[in-house]
């Protein structure tokens, strides 16, 4: 990754709402979420959405697809891990074997992020029952 593209990821990253809006698109999986959902499981504004959808695909963190009427959005697991891997390439001066990170404590359960697994949750059931149908 190049330095330009990690300081617009960064960028794009360094707000609340889209920040919110990433991570649980990282936790929906590869499948991502319609718009709508994301919406509602985050209590934003559809208008607002789109403005925060727009900086991250810009920034390359998402993908979205058209599926009928719905908008799916979906993180771009391939610019995470680049992103990632230019942050730590050069950790404890490029031996990392010294430097093994680590293990990371989940973070803070808010209501906010409960709301949305829960929404989740909720959502990847609906799929299997259509997918049943």
Avoid: W
Wanted: hydrophobic residues 40%; proline residues 5%; contains cysteine.
């Amino acid at each position: 990754m190049e330095k330009s593209h990690a300081v617009a990821a960064l960028a794009a990253l360094a707000q609340d709402n889209r920040l919110d809006v990433y991570r649980l698109l990282v936790q929906a999986g590869r499948d991502g979420m319609p718009a709508g959902e994301i919406a509602a499981a985050l209590e934003l504004a559809p208008n607002t959405l789109t403005f925060h959808f727009d900086r991250l695909r810009q920034a390359g963190l998402v993908t979205v697809e058209r599926n009928g009427r719905s908008m799916i959005y979906a993180a771009r697991y391939d610019t995470m891990k680049a992103l990632l891997a230019y942050l730590t390439e050069n950790c404890c001066q490029g031996a990392a074997e010294r430097c093994a990170p680590a293990i990371p404590r989940p973070a803070p359960k808010t209501a906010r992020n409960k709301t949305a697994r829960n929404m989740t949750a909720r959502n990847k059931t609906a799929r299997k029952q259509e997918t049943a149908l």
